[in-house]
């Protein structure tokens, strides 16, 4: 099929070349000349595994091309909006600036018949607002609501086969042709035996935000049993072995330590808040606002954890911070634990150097007064404290033996649980983790 993908950030880039490797024809749109021309060059603007062989290849082919010209979108027939959606200066609320400017420009460019796809995540009540926007400049045009679940680090893999597809459509024969046209996109994931659900615009815009807010829930849960059990002397990890093996609760998204990150799951609960509130519902989910507070309390913690290691002061004191990106396999450091942790330990007097197999580049822009080195074994030498802060495979494999060679002081604080105490402490450390 001949598809646009209409704003070309880390999500629109993995769907655009990600529908080119199914075989469509696809051209990718946005504003940004810089980015454009480093992506028509098949250069990956971000850090995503697997991301840049599918781009080079769908470009060699002639499949996927991208541009800052809208009008590009006349060449195709299903359009999808992959915008981001921030969270709004000085509130809680998506900042939908993006979306509505992309619908805009999108509509004055489209053909009777096509299909505008939204991606993004909005808050629920977005896609019936477009719809009517969209009734009113081209009523021949359908608009269907298709959420992504990517993980960042498995985000190829994730839309190529995903685990279930939502579309959310209007209803009568408009909305049976929209489905119609999105199981011919995913023809070769829905073949394979993906579950597709089939909603009305307001389940699918709630199912995402729905998910993300479960997902947060299970963390903040096992961090909120992580305060008890440092208070207890219990041990979170044990304790998440045990209740893991519940089938109804699962071992999955049971790890206690510094908190959950990222572009996606910290601003959409506070938006998914904030709608809720707009609907005169914000107690039917009131809980997400003590899940944020949990969340952060982590990264307190894990400073304070530092600081009690280094005698209750840590000025002048040199701090190894190993990671950067909020978790492995990525070099995105929105809402970062990581950069969270330095800057709180930086403002009280400790000199941190960093490191991060991907993130350091995007790290320097959020925070270039940190010091960053290249390796971990830069970072540990004479390193007074050393805190796990993203669990890395080549981290979490470090040597406690070889690593208390190169460091001023053998503490260590895992922020993270990815470490084995046993090893570290007979190796001749101070270790601490969170709820151990």
């Not at 505008?116 to 359908?142: F, M, N």
């Not at 990150?261 to 938006?271: E, F, N, T, V």
Request: charged residues 25%; aromatic residues 6%.
């Amino acid at each position: 099929m001949r598809i646009s993908v209409i704003g070309c950030g880390y999500l629109g880039v993995v769907h655009a070349a990600a529908m080119a490797e199914l075989g469509h024809q696809v051209v990718g749109i946005d504003v940004d000349a810089v980015k454009i021309a480093r992506l028509d060059a098949g250069l990956p603007t971000f850090f995503e595994p697997g991301l840049p062989e599918i781009l080079a290849s769908s470009i060699a082919s002639g499949r996927l091309r991208f541009t800052t010209d809208v009008s590009a979108v006349s060449e195709a027939e299903v359009h999808f909006v992959a915008v981001g959606t921030p969270q709004t200066a000085g509130s809680d609320a998506a900042d939908m600036t993006f979306v509505d400017a992309a619908f805009s420009s999108l509509i004055a460019h489209v053909k009777p018949g096509d299909l505008i796809v939204g991606k993004s995540t909005v808050p629920v009540g977005t896609a019936a607002r477009l719809a009517e926007q969209i009734a009113a400049s081209a009523p021949d045009v359908t608009l269907a609501w298709n959420p992504e679940f990517l993980r960042e680090g498995f985000a190829v893999q994730d839309t190529i086969r995903p685990d279930r597809l939502v579309y959310g459509v209007p209803d009568g024969a408009a909305g049976e042709r929209a489905a119609r046209i999105l199981d011919e996109v995913y023809a070769a994931t829905v073949a394979a035996g993906t579950p597709v659900i089939v909603a009305d615009y307001a389940t699918a815009e709630l199912v995402k935000v729905s998910a993300n807010a479960f997902l947060a829930t299970k963390i903040s849960f096992i961090n909120a049993m992580a305060e008890i059990a440092e208070a207890t002397g219990a041990d979170v990890t044990k304790l998440a072995d045990a209740i893991g093996h519940d089938n109804r609760i699962g071992r999955r998204f049971l790890n206690a330590g510094v908190g959950f990150g990222g572009g996606c799951l910290p601003k959409d609960i506070r938006a998914f808040s904030a709608r809720a509130r707009e609907l005169g519902k914000g107690e039917a989910i009131a809980f997400l606002d003590e899940m944020d507070k949990i969340n952060l309390r982590r990264r307190a913690r894990v400073v304070e954890l530092v600081s009690d290691a280094l005698g209750g002061d840590v000025t002048g004191k040199r701090v190894a911070m190993l990671g950067l990106a909020f978790k492995p396999h990525s070099d995105d450091v929105r809402d970062s634990p990581a950069i969270d942790v330095a800057l709180r330990l930086t403002e009280e007097g400790a000199h941190v150097v960093a490191t991060d197999p991907q993130a350091i580049e995007s790290a320097r822009l959020r925070a270039p007064h940190l010091t960053y080195v290249s390796s971990a074994e830069e970072a540990l030498r004479d390193a007074d404290a050393v805190v796990l802060v993203t669990e890395w495979p080549e981290f979490v494999a470090l040597d406690p033996v070889d690593t208390a060679a190169i460091v001023a002081g053998r503490r260590i604080v895992d922020g993270r649980n990815s470490l084995d105490p046993a090893a570290w402490r007979a190796a001749g450390w101070q270790y601490a983790g969170l709820g151990r």
